[in-house]
C-alpha cells in the first residue's frame, strides 16, 4: 500500500488524464466535479489513519490506472496496429510497378 | 434464385450493390477494416431512475446488447461509465470502454451462471494459479520468482487462514479442500455484480491470489500485473522490450485489471458520510 503515492500526485493525475478525454470544456464534466469533491469530503478527519481515505485513495489511484493505460493503448494501437493492408497499387508501387489499365475489365 | 432475378427483371427489387466497400480503380475491392460506428450523440449525462443511475446518450437511454435498460446501483460507476463513453471521438470503439463491457455483462449474464457457479469458476483458479506455478531453471527467474510471489502468498495465507503453497511440478501445488471452503464462503459474500467483476479479474491476471490481494487493496493494479507477467518482465529485462507487442499488451491487461478492481469496489461498497462537529 506504500506504493499507491501521496494523494495530491493521484488527483493531480486524475486530472490531466480526464483532460486528455475531455478536451477544454472538462471543467463541466460529471467526471471532474465527482473526483474533486470526494477529495474534499475526505480530507478533513480527526483520525491519523483513516480506513475511508485509503480506501478513496486506492479507488481514486486504480481509476488513474485506467484511464492512464486506456489512452497509452489507444495510441499504440493507432500507432503499430491500425493501419490495415496496403491496396494493390500501393503494392505494386513498392517494387516499382503499375498495375495494367484494362479498359475492358479483367480477364 | 431465379425469382429474385425475375423481380429484378420486372424493376421490383433494386439491383444488389456492392455494401460498404470502398472500391479501388478498375473495379477491384480495396481491403477496409469493417465500418465502425461513428459517435452519433453530442452529450452524455446521467440521470436516477427507479433501479438506479442511467446513461442518457443526448436524449436516448442508453441500453445492453439484449436491449435492457442500462442501470446501475452507484453513481461514481455511472459516471465512470458516462466519462467512457464522453472519451469516444468520431468512431465507438468498445474494446476500451471496459466498465461498460462489465456492467452489460452484469446485466444480461450472458452465460447464464448464478452465484454458485461464478464462485466455483473463481475458485477452481487457485489449482492453476500463476503464483503456485515455479520454475526450476533459470536459476534467476526462479529466484525472482521466490522473492517476488512468496510475499504475496504469505500474505494470502495469512489473511485467510489458509495453507496455499506453491509447487514445480507440472501437476501444481495440492490445494486442501478446506482451503477452498474457505475461499467459496469468502466470496459468497459479495454480491453478483461483484463476483463478476472478481471472475473477470481472476481470468485476466490468472491468479486468485493477485485478485484478492487487488480486492483487499493490499497492492496496487500496476503491482498485480507486475507480478502477473513476472516471466514476461524477466524476459523483458533479458532480451529487450519490444513496444508494439510488450508493451500493448501491458497496457491492456493494466486496463482490464483496473476495471475490474474499480468495478468490484463500486459495486460493493456503501458509503455514508458522517458529519462531526469541529471541536477546537
Known amino acids: 500500500m506504500a506504493a499507491l503515492g501521496s494523494p495530491l500526485q493521484t488527483l493531480r493525475g486524475l486530472l490531466r488524464e480526464l483532460r486528455h478525454v475531455s478536451g477544454r470544456a472538462y471543467r463541466d464534466t460529471a467526471a471532474y466535479r465527482h473526483v474533486l469533491a470526494a477529495f474534499r469530503a475526505h480530507r478533513v478527519t480527526s483520525e491519523k489513519l483513516c480506513r475511508a481515505q485509503q480506501e478513496l485513495h486506492f479507488q481514486a489511484a486504480t481509476y488513474l490506472c485506467l484511464l492512464r493505460s486506456v489512452r497509452q493503448h489507444q495510441a499504440l494501437h493507432r500507432e503499430y496496429h491500425g493501419r490495415g493492408e496496403r491496396s494493390p497499387e500501393e503494392v505494386a508501387g513498392l517494387v516499382g510497378f503499375m498495375l495494367p489499365r484494362q479498359p475492358g475489365g479483367k480477364g | ?280
Not at chain 2, 62 to 73: D, E, I, S
Not at chain 2, 167 to 190: V, W
Request: glycine letters at 6%; a positive charge; proline letters at 4%.
Open chain 2, 1 to 280: 434464385m431465379w425469382r429474385r432475378r425475375l423481380l429484378q427483371a420486372l424493376g421490383r427489387l433494386p439491383a444488389l450493390a456492392v455494401r460498404g466497400r470502398p472500391l479501388g480503380p478498375g473495379g477491384g475491392r480495396a481491403y477496409a477494416p469493417p465500418a465502425e460506428r461513428k459517435r452519433f450523440y453530442q452529450n452524455v449525462s446521467i440521470s436516477q431512475g427507479e433501479g438506479g443511475f442511467e446513461i442518457n446518450l443526448d436524449h436516448r437511454k442508453l441500453k445492453t446488447p439484449q436491449a435492457k435498460l442500462f442501470t446501475v446501483p452507484s453513481e461514481a460507476l455511472a459516471i465512470a461509465v458516462a466519462t467512457e463513453w464522453d472519451s469516444q471521438k468520431d468512431t465507438i470503439k468498445f474494446y476500451t470502454m471496459h466498465l461498460t463491457t462489465l456492467c452489460n455483462t452484469a446485466l444480461d449474464n450472458p452465460t447464464q451462471r448464478n452465484k454458485v457457479q461464478l464462485i466455483r469458476a473463481a475458485v477452481k483458479f487457485l489449482e492453476t494459479d500463476t503464483l503456485c506455478y515455479r520454475v526450476e531453471e533459470p536459476a534467476a527467474l526462479a529466484e525472482l520468482q521466490k522473492k517476488e510471489w512468496d510475499p504475496i502468498v504469505a500474505w494470502a495465507e495469512k489473511r485467510y487462514n489458509v495453507a496455499i503453497g506453491s509447487s514445480t511440478s507440472i501437476m501444481g501445488p495440492n490445494i486442501p479442500a478446506s482451503t477452498r471452503d474457505t475461499f467459496i464462503s469468502h466470496l459468497a459474500s459479495y454480491n453478483m455484480w461483484a463476483l463478476q467483476g472478481i471472475e473477470y479479474v481472476i481470468t485476466q491476471l490468472k491468479s486468485l491470489i493477485l485478485s484478492m490481494g487487488l480486492i483487499d487493496r493490499h497492492i496496487t493494479v500496476e503491482k498485480a500485473v507486475l507480478l502477473s507477467r513476472l516471466e514476461e518482465e524477466y524476459q523483458i529485462q533479458r532480451w529487450g522490450n519490444v513496444e508494439w507487442a510488450h508493451d500493448y499488451d501491458l497496457c491492456e491487461l493494466r486496463a482490464r485489471a483496473a476495471a475490474g478492481t474499480l468495478f468490484v469496489h463500486l459495486c460493493s461498497e456503501s458509503s455514508t458520510v458522517k458529519h462531526k462537529l469541529l471541536q477546537d
